[in-house]
């Protein structure tokens, strides 16, 4: 990634605008936010069931950051 001219940052070679980059990395902040509370809830609860779905939800917000980090990086 690259700094335009007025120091925003910019994706080399394809061309991702500066809006859609923001959007991006928004959204990935939110996964990896969600993937942490996730966590965190898992490591609380004692009822196994209830710390099998949250260990779950917090493996669907990592695959998202990965997918958006996979994309970023593709673009780059």
Known sequence: MTLDQNGN?????????????????????HEALAYKKCRVCSEWLSDQTLKDIANRAAQHHKQHFDSLDNYLRSHS
């Open 9 to 29: 940052p910019q994706a080399q070679g394809a061309g991702m605008d500066t809006k859609n980059l923001s959007i991006i990395q928004d959204q990935m902040h």
